[in-house]
C-alpha cells in the first residue's frame, strides 16, 4: 500500500518527511517516481495523469492538494475512488486574511483613492461606518464561513448564501437560487468564495451583477469562471459597480491585451488569495488517511455528484 505525490516539488519534499515520521509503512512517492502503480491506494494532486484509472488500478482515495476540486474530471474518474478536498487552518487563514484585506480595501475605497492618485487628483469623500456596510459571501463552505466570521468581527453586517439552507449566528443566510436576488440587493459589497461546478459556472452575470446596488463592490476570490467578464467589465464601465477585486481569471493569467490588466476600478492579484501550507496541510493529509484507515469519514470529502 503507497501514496503517490503528484504537485509542487517543494511541499512534496516537506510531506515526504512528515510522512516517514508520521505514517512509516505507506511508502510516499514523488511523482513520476510511483514504486508498484498496483500498491498505489492514495494519489495526492493537483493535476492527476490521465490514464489514472488504468494506471493505479488500486486507487482509493483522490487528495486535491488545494481547497478546489473542479481541476479533476470527476465523471472520468471509476465510481468507487473517493474525493477529497484540502482542508486545513493554513489555507483557510490565508483565505480569511485575502477577504478581509480585500472587503476592508473596498469599504474604505482604496481602488477610488488610488485611481485618483494616478490622476493627480486629491479628492475626499463622507466614508461610511462599516455597521453601514452590507457585506455578502456567497458559499457557506469552510472557508466562506470562517470569512463570514472574520468580517462580522469588523462590525460589518454580514449575510451569506447557499445552495442548501445553512444557519450562522449574527448572519442573515439565504439558500437557493430563488433567495439569491433578495440577498443581492442588500449588499454593497460581494464575496465570491463559491465552488466550480456545472451549476454555478457564470453565476456572476450580468442579471445577478444588475441585481446589486448601484455602487457596490465585488471580491472574486473563488473561480474565474465564476464570473462572465464582460459582464463585469460593462457593470464597471456603466458606474453600476464601483470597483472589483480579483484573484482569478478565465483563463489564467488573463491574456496580454485583457483590460484587467489595466481597468482603473480592478485590482487583480496572480491566483494567490491562499494556497495549502506544507506543514499545515501535510498534517491534514496525513489525518485524513489515518481517518480512512479506521474507516471513519475524511475531512473535505467530496460529494461527487454535486461536485463539491
Ligand atoms: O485555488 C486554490 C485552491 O483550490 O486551493
Known amino acids: 500500500m503507497s501514496i503517490v505525490y503528484k504537485s509542487e516539488p517543494l511541499r512534496g519534499a516537506a510531506w515526504q518527511r512528515l510522512f516517514a515520521e508520521a505514517l512509516p509503512d505507506l511508502p510516499f ?24 484509472a488504468a494506471r493505479f488500478p488500486a486507487l482509493e482515495v483522490l487528495f486535491s492538494v488545494g481547497a478546489g476540486v473542479d481541476q479533476f474530471d470527476l465523471r472520468a474518474l471509476p465510481p468507487h475512488v473517493q474525493v477529497v478536498r484540502m482542508v486545513e487552518p493554513g489555507l483557510t487563514a490565508g483565505m480569511v486574511e485575502y477577504v478581509t484585506l480585500s472587503v476592508l480595501a473596498l469599504h474604505r475605497e482604496f481602488p477610488l483613492f488610488l485611481d485618483q492618485q494616478r490622476r493627480g487628483v486629491w479628492a475626499a469623500t463622507k466614508g461610511l461606518r462599516a455597521e453601514r456596510r452590507r457585506v ?114 478565465d483563463p489564467e493569467p488573463p491574456p496580454p491585451d485583457h483590460p484587467f490588466w489595466s481597468h482603473p476600478r480592478i485590482w487583480l492579484t496572480p491566483h494567490v488569495a491562499s494556497t495549502t501550507h506544507a506543514d499545515t496541510g501535510g498534517e491534514a493529509l496525513v489525518e485524513n488517511i489515518r481517518r480512512h484507515r479506521r474507516g471513519e469519514p475524511m475531512l473535505g470529502l467530496v460529494n461527487r455528484s454535486r461536485g463539491y
Open 29 to 52: 512517492h514523488l511523482w513520476p517516481e510511483t514504486g508498484d502503480p498496483a500498491a498505489v491506494r492514495y494519489l495526492a494532486a493537483w493535476q492527476p495523469p490521465e490514464d489514472l
Open 136 to 249: 455578502g459571501v456567497l458559499g457557506l463552505g469552510v472557508l466562506g464561513l470562517a470569512a463570514v466570521k472574520a468580517l462580522q468581527g469588523f462590525g460589518y453586517p454580514v449575510s451569506a448564501w447557499s445552495r442548501g439552507r445553512r444557519e450562522v449566528a449574527g448572519a442573515t443566510c439565504f439558500a437557493g437560487t430563488e433567495e439569491l436576488p433578495a440577498f443581492l440587493a442588500g449588499l454593497d459589497i460581494l464575496v465570491c468564495l463559491l465552488p466550480l461546478t456545472a451549476e454555478t459556472r457564470g453565476m456572476l452575470d450580468a442579471a445577478r451583477l444588475a441585481a446589486l446596488p448601484r455602487g457596490a463592490g465585488l471580491v472574486n476570490a473563488g473561480r474565474g469562471g465564476h464570473l462572465v467578464e464582460a459582464d463585469l467589465l460593462a457593470a464597471l464601465d456603466s458606474g453600476h459597480l464601483s470597483a472589483a477585486i480579483l484573484d482569478v481569471s
